[in-house]
C-alpha cells in the first residue's frame, strides 16, 4: 500500500501496539525536528492495510453543532482586528454600519436576540484570505468551542490585501463562554494545529458590546 502523507509528516518508524484485536505492527509518522508548532503529533498507520487508526486530529470535547447563519467576505471597513459578541438588535444595526457601507446579508435571516446571539471576527488589514468561516464547533456543559476557518490562497510576490471577516449566528445561553481557535498548520495537506485565537462572553451592559470593534476607514488600495 501506499499513502500520500504531505510534507508536515519528515520522520517514519515503526512501532508496536495494541488495540481492540490484541497487538500489532505499526507505521508511526511524526514531523520534522525542527517544526515549532505540532511537533508533538503523531499519527499511526496499520502496517498491514495503510489504515489510519491514530490521528494527530481528535475531536474535543461536547456534542458537534452547526452554527445557525454563517455570513463572510473579503471587504469591511474596519482596518484592525477585532472579535464581538452582539446580543442586541440595536447594536446588530450599528455593527453592520460601522462595518459596511451597504451590507449584502441579513435579509435572509434576521437574528432572534431572545435565543440567539451574533459572533462576528474580523482580521482587518491582511494579506491573502478571502474570508473566515467555521471549520467545526462544539459544545458542552461549559462552553462553545468555534474553530475557524481562514480561506487563504497563494499568488504573486506582492500578494493582495484584504480585510477578511466572518459573521456567525449561535445559540444563545447565558454565561456560557465562547472560545475560538485557529488553525496554525503552514503545510498544505498536513494534520490542523488547532491553537487558542481568544474566548468571550456576552457583556453584561449591552451597551459595551461594540467596545471593541475600530472605527471604519475606507479600504485603501495600491
Excluded at 517514519?12 to 520534522?32: I, K, Q, Y
Excluded at 464581538?84 to 462595518?99: F, H, K, V, Y
Aim: glycine residues 10%.
Amino acid at each position: 500500500w501506499a499513502k500520500g502523507v504531505g510534507a508536515f509528516w519528515r520522520r517514519v518508524t515503526f512501532v508496536e501496539t495494541s488495540r481492540a484485536g490484541g497487538r500489532f505492527w505499526a507505521v508511526e509518522l511524526r514531523p520534522g525536528p525542527d517544526e515549532t508548532e505540532g511537533k508533538d503529533l503523531v499519527q499511526r498507520h496499520d502496517l498491514r492495510t495503510g489504515e489510519i487508526f491514530a490521528s494527530a486530529d481528535e475531536e474535543p470535547a461536547g456534542a458537534r453543532f452547526k452554527p445557525i447563519k454563517i455570513w463572510s467576505g473579503a471587504q469591511s471597513r474596519v482596518p484592525r482586528r477585532f472579535v464581538a459578541l452582539i446580543s442586541t438588535p440595536e447594536n446588530w444595526d450599528q455593527l453592520r454600519g460601522r462595518m459596511f457601507d451597504e451590507p449584502e446579508f441579513g435579509k435572509d435571516h434576521k437574528p432572534d436576540f431572545s435565543k440567539e446571539l451574533v459572533l462576528v471576527v474580523s482580521d482587518g488589514e491582511t494579506w491573502n484570505c478571502r474570508r473566515i468561516g467555521v471549520n467545526s464547533a462544539y459544545r458542552d456543559d461549559k462552553r462553545i468551542l468555534i474553530r475557524l476557518s481562514h480561506h487563504t490562497f497563494q499568488s504573486g510576490r506582492d500578494g493582495e490585501r484584504l480585510r477578511p471577516w466572518g459573521i456567525f449566528v449561535l445559540p444563545r445561553k447565558d454565561g456560557e463562554i465562547i472560545h475560538l481557535e485557529r488553525n496554525v498548520q503552514r503545510y498544505i495537506g498536513g494534520p490542523p494545529i488547532w491553537k487558542d485565537a481568544g474566548k468571550l462572553e456576552r457583556a453584561k451592559d449591552p451597551a459595551k458590546e461594540l467596545d471593541s470593534v475600530p472605527e471604519p476607514d475606507p479600504l485603501k488600495k495600491d
